[in-house]
């Protein structure tokens, strides 16, 4: 469970970090997906962190 949490969230912030990068040189369309999936994880981990709640496991 901890493990999960803690690749999630390293990997949200890896893919900040990618796409700070890619504001410095300029890729527009590769930094809208790059944030994109960022957003997309963040959801997805909020709505594991609320279904990790209702069944008890933390």
């Known amino acids: ?5 803690i690749g999630l969230l390293l990997t ?3 893919l ?3 796409a700070l990068t890619q504001l410095i040189r300029g ?3 590769r930094l809208l997906t790059l944030l994109a999936w960022r957003v997309a994880l963040s959801i ?6 609320m279904l990790s709640r209702f069944m008890g496991w933390i």
């Open 12 to 14: 949200i912030m890896a």
């Open 1 to 5: 469970m901890k493990i999960v949490l």
């Open 44 to 49: 997805g981990l909020f709505l594991f962190l």
């Open 27 to 29: 890729g527009s369309q």
């Open 16 to 18: 900040l970090a990618l």
